[in-house]
């Protein structure tokens, strides 16, 4: 496996059609996921999950830092790590008013209007490699050490749809 380094040095250029395009493919995903509701909720779901990734990774180069001209990517343990792209995303989400952006059912006690999405469960879009699993088939272990095969999480039409259109309106407001 090739080594993947920690952080890496882009031009200004680079780093401007970078955001361009994350953001282009995010509401590409999210109008993809609009147009599957009706046909299959899961993999509108699913592709709702990638654009909130692709949300983290664009506040991720959003915030990064220059020097001598060049942007610094936290790259290896940001931009291509999956947990940390979805925190980035739910926290920004959370903390900006846009808390129904994380809530895809109702498996869980709480609402993130009022608690973290990181203290409670509240029905997360989350359970992402759960969720990400509508693309493939994968197995986890069970409390009595068997491999299953991994449940998808259950999805909320409307939660779903009120998800899409909310990330929807963040997006049309981000300035990169």
Known sequence: MPHISQEIQISKETWSEAKRLIKSGIIKKLSAAKQ????????AAGIYIYAVEEFG???????????????IIKY?????SIDY????AFDYLQNDGYGRCIILNDD????PDAFSWRSFTIGLVAQTEARLGIFYVDFTKSENDNYEIMKIPTVDRNKLNEAINKLE????????
């Open 169 to 176: 309106e963040v997006i049309n407001k981000f300035e990169l």
């Open 36 to 43: 599957n509701i009706d046909i299959d909720i899961e993999i």
């Open 57 to 71: 990774k664009l506040l991720l180069l959003k915030e990064s830092q220059t020097v001598d001209r060049k942007y």
């Open 108 to 111: 869980g006690a709480f609402t």
């Open 76 to 80: 290896r343990d940001g931009f291509r």
């Open 85 to 88: 792209k979805f925190n980035k």
